[in-house]
């Protein structure tokens, strides 16, 4: 693949990852009107949209600043099947940052849910999605294949496309399509279109874990730098109100 193809691919994830912050940014107001910033349930749309800023901001670089020049300013003895691999690695690293940085945000959200049901969380992180499905969804495997996906893919990522260990293979179906979850298959579909797709169907089940009558009051009281968890103040970014109408 080459950077025109490449960046045709960019260009066209650039309005989703526009709608998934626009959507984040309004729940984010809703949950800091009906509770309070430092609740944990707008805290999660808070840090959710720092992240999906940071991945619009790495896709419009790469779409607006023709990174191949780059490369062949510094590293001019290249040829043109090397410095499309080093593009496609670009590439490969943001999804990869992306997928890590909504896997850690999902994981610590479900922990603070375990905990706010009077529940310890545990390790590996499939024992508590599976126990938060349990008590909110009635056991919904389609919930929990959706919790869990991400976790299977950012592993995939790091593996040549293939998940080390899975003892519970599944197919997954999202509308008209299949994701496959399998050992001996090499996922394909971790490009910023399915990410989307599935990003988008993990925000649901986070609204109805939210939601739920059964969740009280989920307070924040400590922080986790590592993973740059830190919760926007609604006050202090008011001036966005001025430069755009969310829809």
Known sequence: MDYIHLEKITRNAIPLYDLLSEWSW??????????SNQDYRCAFF???CEIVLWILV????FSNHNPDLIIQKRFSKLQDSSRAQILLQI???NRQS???AIMFLIEDFINQILLALGRKPEIP???NIKTITKLLFEGSFQKFNILYSPYLIRNSLHNNGYIKILNDEFDLEIGEKTYQFKKDIQI???GWDNLFILTDEILKIIIEIIENKNIESIYVTTRNTSHCYCCLNLRSYQYLDNQ????
Not at 58 to 61: A, D
């Open 26 to 35: 309004k729940k984010f107001e809703l949950y800091d009107k009906r509770y």
């Open 46 to 48: 808070g840090t959710f």
């Open 58 to 61: 790495q896709l419009e670089n």
């Open 91 to 93: 590439d490969n690293i």
């Open 98 to 100: 992306f997928v890590t």
């Open 125 to 127: 992180y499939k024992n």
């Open 188 to 190: 394909t579909f971790a």
């Open 244 to 247: 755009k109408t969310l829809f």
